[in-house]
């Protein structure tokens, strides 16, 4: 949804959604990786899924129950956690933008 919304943007800001588009999928290739699956083929495979059968709900299947829908497994997380996770992860990235220019290649 998010490299979606990138394409009605011109310009700069399109590539700045795009690079947080990324930055989310950064979060269930880690969970695949760390559940022993290949990160860019389960990715890939989950995203698909989601298209074909039209189910945001598709997700990573961790612990090999056998299916990818997630309201299946009984996995659920509130929009506003998951707001505040995506807020506050943005704030983090916004403050240590803001002091790269304090950093110097020397103090490394």
């Known amino acids: 949804a998010v490299e979606t919304a990138a394409d009605k ?13 990324d930055a ?17 083929e389960t990715l890939s495979a989950v995203k698909a899924q ?3 059968e039209n189910n ?3 997700g990573i299947d961790c612990n090999d129950v056998g299916t990818n829908d997630m309201r299946e497994q009984y996995v659920f997380e509130t929009l506003i956690g998951k707001q505040q996770q995506i807020l506050l992860a943005t704030q983090v990235v916004k403050m240590i933008l803001k002091i790269d220019d304090v950093i110097t290649p020397s103090d490394y």
């Open 9 to 21: 943007y011109p310009g700069v800001e399109q590539y700045a959604i795009r690079a947080f588009a």
């Open 50 to 52: 989601q298209v074909k």
């Open 24 to 40: 989310l999928d950064a979060i269930p290739m880690a969970l695949a990786e760390n559940s022993g699956l290949q990160p860019i």
């Open 56 to 58: 945001p709900c598709c």
